[in-house]
């Protein structure tokens, strides 16, 4: 098997809640091959979201080292992880996070303002991840022009049109109802399958985790 | 970096807030603009009276015409000093007496003193930039009395063909009102000078005597010859500068005033949009963490709400600035404290004026936006993005 993509050892975290600790990770090894489709489960407030957190480089461990794309980034400094962190991650919300007063285009554009590129292979990019999730007609809408399901999948242009080898998705389909889930998760199969993005997924819907190639349970601090 | 319109877009968004945050920017720069302005008018009307190659003679120690008394017997003496450019029968000399006089304002504002000059005939041969827009000059030995554009109709009788009091049972009538290229003279009355003399007891004195020189540079000779004897007593000033140093007291006046005022409108202002923009971090924490998470350096989020609150400010100074270009045709009627008297002065936009006006505005932007965006580049994008 190769290398694996993602690879933690020791990952302790603990939050400090009125000076008292609050840890919620507990020494913990993961490695995640590359190209799997991972659904994290667990019970609320067992540190899904924490976890994937410090797998994205938005959160550091208290202890232990974190290893993503051949990058110790437990160690990298804030401006350096920030860079890291719009070449190697893309990030699809629960609550989408599209800017309200940016169309889609320009929502699709922003990662690609962090690189210097004309403006003209800009749009070309953001058109073409538009035109992946199928909403190539959509391109002038304003988020709140546009339903649920469509403004997640914008979020998903938004995560793939730097080309990151990792998708991180917390609760992607939280919000939708089946029809848009369906839709949702189709697309991030098809990421997987044909564009061969890593994506690890929280999710407490047991059919979304169905759809992962693999499902890992939280609980306790501990994977399972 | 992250685009202007998310910036231009969101202040539109929460239109009513940015439009209280323009509007007291505005303010500030209206107030500031308006000061700088009328210190601007104040300068050239006053400092803008005087020509290169004339020169104003004045009793030693005096600062003003005012104040100053010369016998006549000196008259023919200055105007026999080296330098003064000779016309018909002697150097070209005119000596006047200035007396001021208490007069009724129009419009119910009280009294105030209005400057009057007690001229020669020779007086529009000497300053040949007077013109006559209505009427004609007045003639020697009579009650005539010519008035200046800038106070015609604004004092009781100072109307063409009208009377008024130079002093108690002693009436004068306009046959005549002048412009003078916007400079001071344009608020002064002006009467046959033995008319003055007889109706305000001047006998063998005058307050003041110009000269017109051969050129700007004859003065350093002219003053010299001047000053030699100091039996005479006098004191020889280029009249540029003689107005210039009219010109200070008023103007300082105005801009202590003005940037008084300005300053602690400006301190609102400030907090204004400082209280504006820590509304907008708060209400776009989400986007703000969101942002970050995709990869933009906490430098970018702190200059894009720079830019957000010099947006804000740049506005606010282009409607202010706009506001007081609108005062350009009023007239503003002010006791020049140098002469005691009302002296009519103009806005008067200059590049300068406008400059300050715009800088002020993006420097008030800047140091009500910096806490602000900083404290949203120093947002933690997961907690951010909790909220
Ligand atoms: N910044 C923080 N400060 C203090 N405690 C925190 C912080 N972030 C998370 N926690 C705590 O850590 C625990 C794990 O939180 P986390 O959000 O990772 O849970 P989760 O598994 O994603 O839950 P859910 O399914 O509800 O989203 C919770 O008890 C939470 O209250
Ligand atoms: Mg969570």
Same mark, same amino acid.
């Not at chain 1, 996070?97 to 940016?102: A, C, D, K, R, Y």
């Given at each position: 098997m190769s290398e694996p993509i993602v690879r933690l050892r020791g990952v302790r975290k603990t939050f400090w809640r009125d000076r008292e600790p609050v840890p919620v990770l507990d020494g913990l090894d993961l490695d995640v091959p590359e190209g799997s489709f991972e659904a994290l489960m667990g019970p609320s407030g067992s540190g899904k979201t924490t976890l994937l957190n410090l797998i994205a480089g938005l959160d550091r461990p208290t202890e232990g080292s974190i290893e993503v794309a051949g990058q110790p980034i437990h160690q990298l400094p804030e401006g350096a992880l920030a860079r890291w962190r719009s070449e190697t991650i893309g990030f699809v919300f629960q609550s989408y996070? @599209? @800017?309200?007063? @940016?169309t889609a285009q320009q929502n699709v554009e922003l990662p690609l303002l962090l690189r210097r590129l004309p403006r003209a292979e800009r749009r070309k990019r953001a058109e073409t991840a538009l035109r992946i999730v199928g909403l190539e007609d959509r391109t002038q809408h304003f988020p709140r022009q546009l339903s649920g399901g469509q403004e997640q999948r914008v979020t998903i242009a938004r995560a793939i049109v730097n080309d990151p080898k990792i998708l991180v998705a917390d609760e992607p389909t939280g919000n939708l109802d089946k029809g848009s889930t369906k839709d949702v998760l189709d697309l991030l199969a098809r990421l997987n399958k044909e564009l061969g993005k890593t994506i690890l997924m929280v999710t407490h819907d047991p059919h979304a985790a169905e759809r992962a190639t693999i499902i890992r349970k939280l609980d306790k601090g501990q994977l399972a | 970096m992250i685009p202007l319109s998310y910036n231009v877009r969101s202040l539109v968004e929460r239109r009513a807030t940015t439009a209280a945050a323009v509007l007291g920017i505005a303010l500030v720069v209206f107030v500031l603009s308006a000061s700088l302005m009328l210190v601007a008018g104040v300068e050239k009307t006053l400092g803008g009276s005087g020509e290169p190659d004339r020169a104003i003679v004045l009793r030693k120690g005096s600062d003003n015409e005012l104040s100053s008394g010369i016998e006549i017997g000196s008259v023919p003496i200055i105007a026999a000093a080296p330098g003064v450019r000779s016309g018909e029968g002697g150097g070209l000399v005119v000596g006047e007496i200035v007396v001021v006089a208490a007069m009724e304002k129009l419009g119910g504002a009280g009294m105030s003193n209005v400057l009057i000059r007690g001229v020669a005939e020779s007086v529009f041969r000497f300053r040949p930039e007077v013109r006559f827009t209505r009427g004609r000059a007045p003639r020697p030995g009579t009650d005539e009395a010519a008035i200046g554009a800038r106070i015609a109709g604004r004092f009781r009788g100072l109307e063409m063909d009208r009377t008024f009091e130079l002093r108690k049972n002693r009436s004068a009538t306009v046959v005549g009102i002048f412009e003078a290229g916007g400079s001071s003279f344009e608020s002064e009355v002006w009467v046959d000078v033995e008319t003055i003399r007889q109706a305000f007891r001047r006998e063998g004195m005058v307050s003041s005597a110009r000269v017109r020189l051969e050129s700007p540079a004859a003065f350093e000779a002219f003053e010299e010859a001047v000053e030699q004897d100091k039996r005479l007593g006098l004191e020889a000033m280029r009249e540029i500068a003689y107005f210039e140093k009219q010109s200070e007291g008023t103007a300082t006046f105005i801009r202590v005033l003005g940037s008084g005022i300005s300053f602690f409108f400006a301190l609102g202002a400030v907090l204004g949009a400082m209280i504006t923009m820590y509304a907008a971090v708060a209400h776009r924490q989400r986007e703000i963490g969101t942002l970050r998470a995709l990869g933009f350096p906490r430098g970018s989020i702190l200059l894009s709400f720079l830019v957000e609150s010099a947006l804000v400010a740049v506005a606010g100074g282009a409607l202010g600035s706009l506001g007081a270009l609108g005062l350009g045709a009023v007239r503003f009627s002010m006791m020049n404290f140098d002469t005691w008297s009302e002296v009519v002065f103009s806005f008067t936009p200059t590049p300068q004026t406008l400059a300050t006006a715009l800088g002020v505005s993006i420097a008030m932007g800047l140091a009500g936006g910096f806490l602000p965006a900083l404290q949203a580049a120093r947002l933690r994008p997961v907690q951010a993005m909790r909220e």
């Open positions: 996070n @599209l @800017l309200p007063v @940016l | -």
